[in-house]
Protein backbone atom coordinates (compact mmCIF):
# COMPACT_ATOMS: atom_id res chain seq x y z
CA UNK A 1 0.00 0.00 0.00
CA UNK A 2 1.67 3.58 -0.82
CA UNK A 3 1.65 6.28 1.78
CA UNK A 4 -1.31 8.82 1.69
CA UNK A 5 1.42 11.79 1.20
CA UNK A 6 3.05 10.07 -1.76
CA UNK A 7 2.54 10.28 -5.16
CA UNK A 8 4.84 7.56 -6.80
CA UNK A 9 5.68 4.99 -4.26
CA UNK A 10 9.02 6.43 -3.96
CA UNK A 11 9.07 9.97 -4.12
CA UNK A 12 12.03 9.86 -1.88
CA UNK A 13 13.74 7.81 -4.11
CA UNK A 14 13.21 9.46 -7.14
CA UNK A 15 13.71 13.05 -5.29
CA UNK A 16 17.22 11.84 -4.30
CA UNK A 17 18.29 10.52 -7.75
CA UNK A 18 17.03 13.64 -9.14
CA UNK A 19 19.06 15.92 -6.70
CA UNK A 20 22.23 13.80 -7.29
CA UNK A 21 21.73 14.26 -11.08
CA UNK A 22 21.63 18.18 -10.42
CA UNK A 23 24.74 18.21 -8.26
CA UNK A 24 26.34 16.41 -10.46
CA UNK A 25 25.63 18.83 -13.20
CA UNK A 26 26.21 21.67 -11.64
CA UNK A 27 29.66 20.25 -10.41
CA UNK A 28 30.88 19.57 -14.07
CA UNK A 29 29.84 22.76 -14.99
CA UNK A 30 32.67 25.70 -15.82
CA UNK A 31 33.00 26.84 -12.52
CA UNK A 32 31.59 30.94 -13.48
CA UNK A 33 28.40 28.95 -14.28
CA UNK A 34 28.02 27.08 -10.98
CA UNK A 35 24.77 28.14 -9.16
CA UNK A 36 27.03 27.20 -5.73
CA UNK A 37 24.04 28.37 -3.77
CA UNK A 38 21.31 25.67 -4.67
CA UNK A 39 23.98 22.91 -5.66
CA UNK A 40 25.53 23.31 -1.54
CA UNK A 41 21.30 23.65 -0.52
CA UNK A 42 20.73 19.93 -2.99
CA UNK A 43 23.74 18.45 -1.36
CA UNK A 44 22.28 19.25 2.61
CA UNK A 45 19.04 17.67 1.15
CA UNK A 46 20.16 14.76 -0.82
CA UNK A 47 22.88 13.96 2.85
CA UNK A 48 19.29 14.56 4.80
CA UNK A 49 17.45 12.05 2.55
CA UNK A 50 19.98 9.28 2.09
CA UNK A 51 21.80 6.85 4.09
CA UNK A 52 25.39 6.87 3.73
CA UNK A 53 25.38 3.72 1.35
CA UNK A 54 22.51 5.27 -0.29
CA UNK A 55 24.64 8.52 -1.42
CA UNK A 56 27.35 5.88 -2.49
CA UNK A 57 24.78 4.40 -4.87
CA UNK A 58 23.50 7.37 -6.19
CA UNK A 59 26.87 8.53 -6.98
CA UNK A 60 27.98 5.45 -8.60
CA UNK A 61 24.37 5.14 -10.41
CA UNK A 62 24.84 9.31 -11.55
CA UNK A 63 28.71 8.58 -12.86
CA UNK A 64 27.64 4.99 -14.68
CA UNK A 65 24.82 7.06 -16.66
CA UNK A 66 26.37 10.60 -17.63
CA UNK A 67 29.94 9.28 -16.94
CA UNK A 68 30.73 12.32 -15.10
CA UNK A 69 31.13 12.11 -11.31
CA UNK A 70 29.95 13.77 -7.91
CA UNK A 71 32.90 16.02 -6.94
CA UNK A 72 31.89 16.42 -3.47
CA UNK A 73 28.81 16.66 -1.30
CA UNK A 74 30.74 19.06 1.15
CA UNK A 75 31.20 21.72 -1.02
CA UNK A 76 31.27 24.14 2.16
CA UNK A 77 34.33 21.98 3.48
CA UNK A 78 35.82 22.49 -0.09
CA UNK A 79 35.65 25.81 -0.27
CA UNK A 80 37.39 25.88 3.20
CA UNK A 81 40.74 24.06 2.25
CA UNK A 82 40.95 26.75 -0.74
CA UNK A 83 40.39 29.06 1.90
Not at 59 to 65: A, I, N, R, T, Y
Amino acid sequence: MMPENSVTGRDGYIIANALMYAICTIQNLPEDRQEWSDMNDMCKLVKHLCSRGMLEAFKLSVKGHTGKGVLTLDPEEELDKIN
